[in-house]
């Protein structure tokens, strides 16, 4: 199950591939996407990597969040207008009218915008 979205089956158009280690598991975009996780990735054959306690900080921080739209627990993704404190899973965001924007290979040029804004 995806440590961000809590999902075990996600549309991979829309969450990326699954990353799975023994102690790690996530959608390669819930991970890009998660509010706060600011370490620079480094990209090696293929994967992004960022400190573990970085990921863990986040996945904490995201337990205290409801997702707007589901209304569970565990919204990493926090609306990026001044001031909004709206979250939301992922896999959330299309039916919930949120929209995350990624234009790859630049990190920073990430957008991810609540149903209000």
Known sequence: VCMFCHRAVADPELCGAKIELPVFCAHKFCLYFAS?????????????????????????????????????SGAAITCSEMGCECSFHLPCAAKGGCVAQYRPPYRYLLSSLCQHH
């Open 36 to 72: 706060q996780l600011y370490r620079q990735p480094v990209e090696q054959a293929g994967w992004v990597r960022y400190s573990r306690e970085d990921i863990r900080r986040v996945i904490a921080r995201a337990a205290q969040k409801d997702c707007c739209v589901c209304r569970k």
